[in-house]
């Protein structure tokens, strides 16, 4: 697939599972299959590029992933400091600009330094942004922009019954980027696990039995390729959709 193909989705979510169960298959620790991820993410970050998407969401981690043993959770924490540190120039380079989304309020201080470092690196870059989704809950995200709503009208700047739809997205953690076209989820299991939960009501779902670290730019297209069989209705009838195009 080439940049100028037809209907590169502007934003794909993805939900890189399965890491694992990859180590598993290999007798290899838990860690091993992380290790393994994090280069089929750089994989999946270049064929983006190089198609012209537009966002790339990745979740890295997830709100319920503290449920973990300590070990695994404490070895994620290392392994994504260390990808930051060794990512964060190239993508600079690459014109990548890298956003991090989740209550990065629990991370350690040194981590959240990074973060913030890496984000201001690439503020300003105008190509992919790569939108990574760490100690991110939907319902986190929701309850988090409800808040903010809340806090107009407490402070008497909004009727409750003037609050809107836009209103909560606006105070989203994705405000800034379109919602996803595709989603896929890697690894077997079909379901969100409270991803972008306000932010896919429309969007299209591919699962892949693929695990992570074994997902490639081939399937990737594969996943695009359905994305475009698929006629998107947002509640019209199929022969509206035809008319408007
Ligand atoms: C996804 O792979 C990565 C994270 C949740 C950090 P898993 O670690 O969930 O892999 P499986 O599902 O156990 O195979
Ligand atoms: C979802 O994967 C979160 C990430 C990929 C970071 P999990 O493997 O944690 O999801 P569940 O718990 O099986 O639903
Ligand atoms: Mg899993």
Redesign the pocket.
């Known amino acids: 697939m080439t940049k100028e193909s037809a209907n590169v989705p502007q934003h794909i979510a993805i ?10 298959k290999r007798h290899q620790p ?1 860690f091993m ?2 290790r393994a ?1 994090v280069k089929a993410v750089e994989n999946i970050v270049k064929h983006c590029a190089e198609l012209g998407v537009g966002v790339l969401s990745l ?4 709100s319920e ?1 503290w449920r ?1 043993p300590s070990k ?1 959770v404490s070895l ?1 924490m290392e392994l994504f400091a260390l990808s930051l540190k060794q990512q964060a120039k190239r993508l600079h380079k690459n014109n990548i600009r890298l956003q991090i989304i989740g209550d990065l309020s629990k991370f350690s201080d040194s981590l959240q330094k990074q973060i913030k470092q890496a984000e201001q690196l690439t503020a300003d870059n105008t190509g992919l942004i790569i939108n990574i989704a760490a100690n991110y809950g939907g319902r986190w995200d929701i309850t988090q922009a409800v808040q903010k709503v809340a806090e107009k009208v407490t402070a008497g700047e909004l009727q409750a019954e003037d609050i809107t739809e836009d209103m909560i997205g606006a105070e989203l953690t994705t405000a800034s980027i379109p919602e996803p076209d595709l989603f896929i989820r890697t ?1 077997g ?1 079909e379901r969100v696990s409270n991803f972008l939960l306000w932010q896919m009501a429309y969007t299209e779902f591919y699962f892949s039995e693929t ?2 670290p074994d997902f490639d730019s081939q399937q990737l297209d594969n996943a695009i390729s359905s994305f475009n069989d698929r006629e998107r209705r947002f509640g019209k009838t199929s022969e509206q959709i035809q008319q408007d195009s």
Do not use: Q, T, V
Not at 15 to 24: E, H, L, S, T
């Open positions: 939900i890189m599972d399965g890491n694992g169960r990859w180590a598993k838990r299959g992380h991820g979740f890295a981690f997830s992933n973990r695994e994620l690894g299991e695990l992570w």
